[in-house]
């Protein structure tokens, strides 16, 4: 399906669109469940645990993104409204392993609607700072551009097995 | 107090994305780039100070005038940043729909 990502960077605001096949109720579960959250929140080979999360106003999700190595960042979203199947924002912020914040953060708003069994979601992500993104990025994509690397040679090792003239 | 400047704050304001559009084209003395403005040569000055701050902008020294250059690297960057975090998006969406696949599948066998 096709992303829709929006960069405005005078207000310092990010904007995605995607579609999924699947009903609303099914996407909002896997937005607002520790258990599917953790099943495709971080790019691979990242990993997602989450530690405690309470979705209700006031409540927040304290997980980690974790590398192959066990390296831990941790990251606490706090929710601050929810519109049960059409919205909910959240301020995220990085965090130590002990919940204590690192600012600044960013504030979300996911709004999520269904037409024909196939589920819209738009996020709207407020950056204060750069700084935290690019922090961000330096962790979660390095990681992730190695991953890809090791495909790549695997893929290439395995093409060089299959080669006939070798 | 200790400010740290980043790109996104050097790039927020108007004058400034117009002080680099202008200096994208040529390196300029803060005398020609303040010709541009009507807003005081202290302004520019100020703003010329940010830009340099975030590494956006680099001073030269030719004879008797300085003049201001823009890093074309550091604004490459930004936009690399962006694609790693749109890059990080499409992972996490196309693994949300293998998740979503996972569970319609599951739900149909249960019936």
Partial sequence: ?166 | MDIRRDVFQAIADPTRRAIIALIALQAMTPNAIAEHFDTSRQAVSKHLRILIECELVAQKQKGREIYYSLEIQKMKEIDKWLEQYRKIWETRFSQLDDVLATIKKQKKEEK
């Fill in chain 1, 1 to 166: 399906m096709q992303m829709d990502f929006i960069v405005d960077k005078e207000a310092k605001t990010v904007a995605i669109t995607r579609e999924f096949a699947a009903v609303l109720s099914l996407v909002w579960d896997a937005y607002t469940k520790p258990e599917l959250l953790d099943q495709w929140w971080a790019p691979k080979p990242l990993t997602s645990r989450t530690k405690a999360m309470d979705f209700e106003v006031g409540g927040r999700r304290f997980y980690a993104m974790v590398t192959p190595e066990g390296v831990e960042r941790w990251v606490v979203q706090k929710y601050t409204s929810i519109t049960p199947k059409t919205n909910f924002k959240l301020f995220n912020a990085f965090a130590d392993e002990s919940e204590n914040l690192e600012l600044p953060g960013s504030d979300w708003d996911l709004n999520f609607s269904e037409q024909d069994g196939t589920t819209k979601v738009s996020i709207s992500i407020y950056n204060e700072s750069l700084e935290r993104l690019e922090r961000m990025i330096a962790f979660g994509f390095r990681e992730g551009t190695m991953g890809q690397l090791n495909n790549l040679e695997d893929l290439l090792a395995r093409l060089k097995n299959q080669d006939p003239g070798t």
